[in-house]
C-alpha cells in the first residue's frame, strides 16, 4: 500500500455542489484535525458562479458550521480556510481550463482531480485538463457513483475518462468501502482463525446483506425515478459488500490483489434472467404508511413524482455463487426506502449442530450467527448458546450475545467518516478502497441481466406499506427454502 506524503493540489469541480458542502468539506476538516494534511496542501474548488475568493470562503465556512456535528475546533477552521482557492470555469468550456495552468504547481504538489458533478460533465472536464496539458501520469480523477445505467452507459462514461488518466491514476468511489466495519470484514476474515477455517460451504448454511433505509425519496424523484433500488444500491454498494464477503484469501492488501480476488466472485455469480427470475428476485414499490408514527405518503404519491411509475423502491435477491467455496449457499441481498429502521448489516448464519445432546431442554438448537452491523450502530456480534446459571434438574440453554460495539470497544477513538479515509487513501495514492473498471463492467452485466428479464415479464413492483419490511413475497422468497429474514 503506497504512503505517498507529498502536499496535494485537491481540486474539485463543482465545488459549490452539495457533495461537497455536505461531505467532503467535513472530511477535510476532519483530517485537518487530526494533522492528516499536508502542511502544503490547498483545495482548489471550481465552479462556473462568479464569486469572489473573499464569498467562496464564507460559503465553506457556513458549510462546516452547517454540516459538522458539535463545536467547531476554529483553530483548524482557519487551517482549512487558509488552504482555500478559488477558480471560476464553465465547466462546459474546455477552453477556460487553462486558469488552472496558473495555480497547479505538479512539480511541488500531486494533482487530484474531484468530479464532483453529474457525470454528463465528464467529458467536457477532461478534454478541458487535457487541452490544459496539466495531466501528468502522477494525476488523479476521482469519479462518484453513479458511473451509468446500465453496462453501455457506463462503458462510455470509463472510455471518456480513459482516454484522459490510465487506470491505475482513476479512483472510481463507493461509500460503502470507506466505512469502519465494512473494512473490518477483511480483518474479521483474514486475521482470525476462527473464521478463516469456518468460511465456506461447509460451515456456513447462508448470508444475508441488508441495506434497509427508513427514509423515501424525499425531492430525489429526478434521479431516483430513472434509476431504482437495483441500480441505486445493489449494483454498488451491496454487491461491493458481497464480494467482500465471498472472494478467495488476497496475497496481500495492494489494490490490484484484492481487485483480482472480488472480480472472481463477480464472474462466479449464477445469472438471473426470465426462466428464473420468479425464483430469484422479489421487487416493490412503497405504499402509505407509518414511520415512527409519523404518517408517510407512498412513492406515487409524492410530491413532483409521476404517479403512474413502475420504479422499484424494494429488492430482494437470493444470490448463488458457482465456486467450490460457496456451492449450495445462497446469499440473500435485500435493500429497501421507507422501510421499518435504518439498518446495514451483514449476518452469517452457520449451520445447525447435526446432533442434540440438550433436546430435554431445547428441543431445536438455532444455529449460531454472526452479525456485522455497518450502520448505524458499528459493530461486531456473536450469537450463541450458553447454559443458564442454576443447579437444578437438567442443562438448560439460553441464547446470548457477544457483542463488539465499536462505540463501546474504542470508546476513546473517534469513528472517521467513510469520506474521510476515502479522501486520505486517494491522497496517499492507495486504491485497496476503490472500485476497478473490471468490477464495474462484471456487476452492470450481472444487474442487467436482472433488468432485461424485469422488461420482458412486464410485472409491477408489489406494495408493500411505508415502515414495514418490505412485500411479503421477499418473507417467502426465504420461506421456500426453509429459512427467514434476520429482523
Not at 137 to 155: F, N, Y
Not at 167 to 176: A, L, S, V
Not at 475 to 481: F, G, H, N, R
Request: with cysteine; proline share 5%.
Amino acid at each position: 500500500m503506497s504512503k505517498d506524503k507529498r502536499p496535494c493540489d485537491f481540486t474539485i469541480f463543482g465545488v459549490l455542489g452539495d457533495l461537497s458542502r455536505r461531505k467532503l468539506f467535513p472530511a477535510l476538516y476532519q483530517l485537518d484535525r487530526a494533522g492528516l494534511l499536508h502542511d502544503d496542501t490547498r483545495v482548489i474548488g471550481v465552479a462556473r458562479h462568479k464569486i469572489s475568493q473573499d464569498e467562496f470562503i464564507a460559503t465553506i465556512r457556513q458549510s462546516l458550521d452547517t454540516f459538522i456535528t458539535g463545536p467547531l475546533e476554529q483553530e483548524v477552521v482557519e487551517r482549512l480556510l487558509a488552504r482555500l482557492i478559488y477558480v471560476l470555469i464553465n465547466l462546459d468550456a474546455p477552453g477556460e481550463y487553462h486558469a488552472l495552468c496558473e495555480i497547479i504547481d505538479q512539480k511541488q504538489r500531486v494533482l487530484i482531480n474531484y468530479f464532483a458533478v453529474a457525470p454528463s460533465l465528464f467529458d467536457d472536464i477532461c478534454a478541458g485538463l487535457a487541452r490544459a496539458d496539466i495531466v501528468t501520469p502522477q494525476a488523479r480523477v476521482v469519479m462518484e457513483k453513479p458511473i451509468g445505467r446500465d453496462l453501455a452507459s457506463s462503458e462510455e462514461i470509463n472510455d471518456v475518462i480513459g482516454r484522459v488518466f490510465n487506470e491505475d491514476q482513476i479512483y472510481r468511489i463507493d461509500h460503502y468501502l470507506g466505512k469502519e466495519t465494512v473494512m473490518n470484514l477483511l480483518a474479521l476474515r483474514f486475521a482470525n482463525s476462527i473464521f478463516t477455517a469456518n468460511w465456506d460451504h461447509n460451515t456456513i448454511d447462508h448470508v444475508q446483506i441488508t441495506v434497509a433505509e427508513q427514509v423515501g425519496i424525499e425531492g430525489r424523484w429526478g434521479y431516483f425515478d430513472q434509476a431504482g433500488q437495483l441500480r441505486d444500491m445493489v449494483q454498488n454498494h451491496l454487491m461491493q459488500i458481497l464480494t467482500l464477503v465471498a472472494m478467495e484469501p488476497p496475497v496481500n492488501l495492494r489494490g490490484d490483489s484484492l481487485h483480482n480476488e472480488k472480480i472472481k466472485v463477480l464472474k462466479a455469480l449464477r445469472p438471473i434472467t426470465m426462466e428464473n427470475i420468479e425464483d430469484k428476485v422479489v421487487r416493490g414499490q412503497y405504499n402509505s404508511g407509518f414511520i415512527k408514527g409519523k404518517a408517510v405518503p407512498g412513492y406515487l404519491d409524492e410530491k413532483g413524482g409521476n404517479p403512474h411509475s413502475s420504479t422499484e423502491t424494494f429488492v430482494a435477491i437470493r444470490v448463488d455463487i458457482d465456486n467450490w467455496r460457496w456451492a449450495d449457499v445462497p446469499f440473500y441481498l435485500r435493500t429497501g426506502k421507507a422501510m421499518a429502521t435504518k439498518r446495514s448489516e451483514v449476518v452469517i448464519n452457520f449451520k445447525q449442530q447435526p446432533h442434540n445432546i440438550f433436546a430435554d431442554s431445547y428441543r431445536h438448537l438455532p444455529p449460531n450467527k454472526l452479525i456485522i452491523r455497518l450502520q448505524p450502530d458499528e459493530g461486531v456480534e456473536i450469537e450463541m448458546l450458553n447454559k443458564e446459571p442454576g443447579i437444578g434438574e437438567g442443562v438448560r440453554l439460553q441464547r446470548t450475545m457477544l457483542d463488539l460495539s465499536f462505540s463501546e470497544a474504542f470508546a476513546n477513538e473517534r469513528i472517521a467518516d467513510a469520506y474521510e479515509r476515502l479522501i486520505l487513501e486517494i491522497m496517499r495514492g492507495s486504491q485497496v478502497l476503490f472500485v476497478h473498471r473490471d468490477e464495474v463492467k462484471r456487476s452492470w452485466t450481472w444487474i442487467d441481466s436482472i433488468q432485461e428479464a424485469w422488461a420482458q415479464c412486464g410485472e409491477p413492483p408489489r406494495p408493500y406499506p411505508a415502515g414495514s419490511w418490505g412485500p411479503v413475497a421477499s418473507v417467502a422468497l426465504l420461506a421456500k427454502d426453509g429459512r427467514e429474514w434476520e429482523e
